[in-house]
């Protein structure tokens, strides 16, 4: 890893004979998408969505978790290396990274790398490893269980090993250890091709481990008819199981948003959002989940109503019926909201662009989403910038923000509401 004086590549702490087939592989790739890319066809407005979708990007995309001793675990990609650091005072410092991988991780905001930690020590990651082909990949996942000093070899969880699209995974571990990952899936698009039959959209699948992350077991259809690279948001019901909640492709062209309990069997096309948004792309931009003690789904999510683009909020009970109209929130370029409930109290956050800075605004609840402070801004970047996300360690809720000049940051976020909340 980067030590000063210069940047290293990843494959410097590697042997040769270890180095070599991550060296080839990506020498392959760079020369595959030189030779594909005059032919790439250019038709389409979901492709070209997808094409930008794939675009370079700053290797922003950071995830992070608190332990229950209060340290703040962090997934990032650094020097070309997927690597795992912990911080013992709340991200001012963190320990010398350990790494994870070499093999190419797909590393963006809606297409993220993802940690999460066991009751026993163990620390989980999973992430999207991208293929040549395009818009193809696999869902990968490593596991330590020596508390983070070291990964066991990767693993790859997608049972259809095509070269096609299995990306945009997301991980849930419960109380009982059950490990459950869900990501975007062409394998049933690529059969109705075959078949000479139209399909819409891709869709969602789902695996399971029950051993602590040793296997998966066989991968089951969450939902077909999904949008193609907008981020899942997986969140834990009261319970512990894993709740889902993603944009669909419904009969009629509409793309709203769904919200299913996963493991009840595939998911019966009921929209949760019904905003009758129909747009023949997909727009990049996922939803947020989070779920209170009592079951209420809270969800924030990004849309076009009256041609006004935005983005909204709306409440759920544990049935899935709205508790309230949905609440449109944040200025028009408003993009990338991340949810927080802790109690009563339920925060938002979203990043917009103010003409010179990025500017992260907060505004919270303290009754549960029924009503709600002023926006405030927390935190601005001058440059490029990953999507916000909300922790929460105890009582203490905190923004986790990376950004090209400022860094990363974990930004505490005391209540604007008193003692409500």
Same mark, same amino acid.
């Given at each position: 890893?980067?030590?000063?004086?210069?940047?290293?590549?990843?494959?410097?702490?590697?042997?040769?004979?270890?180095?070599?087939?991550?060296?080839?592989?990506?020498?392959?790739?760079?020369?595959?998408?030189?030779?594909?890319?005059?032919?790439?066809?250019?038709?389409?407005?979901?492709?070209?969505?997808?094409?930008?979708?794939?675009?370079?990007?700053?290797?922003?995309?950071?995830?992070?978790?608190?332990?229950?001793?209060?340290?703040?675990?962090?997934?990032?990609?650094?020097?070309?290396?997927?690597?795992?650091?912990?911080?013992?005072?709340?991200?001012?410092?963190?320990?010398?990274?350990?790494?994870?991988?070499?093999?190419?991780?797909?590393?963006?905001?809606?297409?993220?790398?993802?940690?999460?930690?066991?009751?026993?020590?163990?620390?989980?990651?999973?992430?999207?490893?991208?293929?040549? $082909?395009?818009?193809?990949?696999?869902?990968?996942?490593?596991?330590?269980?020596?508390?983070?000093?070291?990964?066991?070899?990767?693993?790859?969880?997608?049972?259809?090993?095509?070269?096609?699209?299995?990306?945009?995974?997301?991980?849930?571990?419960?109380?009982?250890?059950?490990?459950?990952?869900?990501?975007?899936?062409?394998?049933?698009?690529?059969?109705?091709?075959?078949?000479?039959?139209?399909?819409?959209?891709?869709?969602?699948?789902?695996?399971?481990?029950?051993?602590?992350?040793?296997?998966?077991?066989?991968?089951?259809?969450?939902?077909?008819?999904?949008? $193609?690279?907008?981020?899942?948001?997986?969140?834990?019901?009261?319970?512990?199981?894993?709740?889902?909640?993603?944009?669909?492709?419904?009969?009629?062209?509409?793309?709203?948003?769904?919200?299913? @309990?996963?493991?009840?069997? $595939?998911?019966?096309?009921?929209?949760?959002?019904?905003?009758?948004?129909?747009?023949?792309?997909?727009?990049?931009?996922?939803?947020?989940?989070?779920?209170?003690?009592?079951?209420?789904?809270?969800?924030?999510?990004?849309?076009?109503?009256?041609?006004?683009?935005?983005?909204?909020?709306?409440?759920?009970?544990?049935?899935?019926?709205?508790?309230?109209?949905?609440?449109?929130?944040?200025?028009?370029?408003?993009?990338?909201?991340?949810?927080?409930?802790?109690?009563?109290?339920? @925060?938002?956050?979203?990043?917009?662009?103010?003409?010179?800075?990025?500017?992260?605004?907060?505004?919270?609840?303290?009754?549960?989403?029924?009503?709600?402070?002023?926006?405030?801004?927390?935190?601005?970047?001058?440059?490029?910038?990953?999507?916000?996300?909300?922790?929460?360690?105890?009582?203490?809720?905190?923004?986790?923000?990376?950004?090209?000049?400022?860094?990363?940051?974990?930004?505490?976020?005391?209540?604007?509401?008193?003692?409500?909340?």
């Amino acid at each position: 890893m980067s030590q000063g004086g210069g940047r290293r590549s990843c494959y410097d702490g590697l042997p040769l004979v270890a180095a070599a087939p991550f060296m080839f592989r990506g020498f392959i790739l760079f020369a595959v998408l030189l030779v594909l890319a005059p032919f790439v066809p250019r038709g389409g407005v979901a492709q070209a969505a997808e094409q930008r979708a794939m675009a370079p990007r700053p290797p922003l995309a950071v995830s992070v978790a608190f332990d229950a001793a209060g340290r703040l675990w962090r997934v990032r990609m650094l020097d070309d290396c997927l690597v795992v650091d912990v911080s013992a005072d709340r991200g001012a410092t963190f320990a010398a990274p350990v790494r994870v991988t070499a093999e190419p991780v797909a590393a963006d905001g809606e297409q993220r790398p993802e940690i999460a930690l066991g009751a026993g020590n163990e620390v989980y990651v999973a992430w999207t490893t991208p293929l040549p $082909e395009p818009y193809a990949g696999y869902i990968r996942f490593a596991r330590s269980l020596d508390g983070g000093r070291s990964f066991e070899a990767p693993l790859t969880v997608n049972d259809n090993r095509a070269a096609i699209t299995h990306r945009f995974q997301s991980m849930q571990v419960a109380p009982d250890g059950r490990i459950t990952l869900v990501w975007i899936d062409k394998r049933d698009l690529e059969a109705a091709k075959l078949a000479g039959t139209a399909y819409r959209g891709a869709a969602l699948y789902t695996a399971v481990s029950t051993d602590g992350g040793a296997s998966f077991g066989p991968n089951t259809r969450l939902a077909a008819h999904s949008c $193609e690279c907008c981020r899942i948001a997986l969140a834990s019901d009261s319970d512990g199981r894993p709740v889902a909640f993603w944009r669909h492709v419904f009969a009629d062209g509409t793309r709203d948003h769904a919200l299913v @309990l996963v493991g009840d069997g $595939e998911y019966m096309a009921q929209p949760a959002t019904r905003q009758g948004w129909k747009v023949d792309a997909c727009p990049h931009h996922g939803p947020d989940l989070a779920i209170a003690t009592d079951g209420t789904r809270h969800g924030a999510w990004f849309s076009v109503v009256g041609g006004e683009p935005g983005l909204f909020y709306g409440a759920w009970d544990r049935a899935g019926l709205p508790l309230a109209e949905p609440l449109r929130f944040g200025a028009p370029n408003a993009a990338h909201p991340a949810l927080l409930v802790q109690g009563l109290r339920v @925060l938002l956050a979203w990043k917009a662009f103010d003409g010179e800075n990025t500017v992260v605004s907060l505004m919270e609840s303290a009754d549960g989403g029924r009503h709600w402070s002023a926006p405030r801004a927390v935190a601005t970047a001058a440059a490029a910038s990953d999507h916000p996300r909300l922790v929460a360690e105890g009582a203490t809720a905190y923004l986790s923000w990376s950004a090209a000049q400022e860094g990363y940051r974990l930004i505490p976020l005391a209540s604007s509401m008193g003692s409500g909340s």
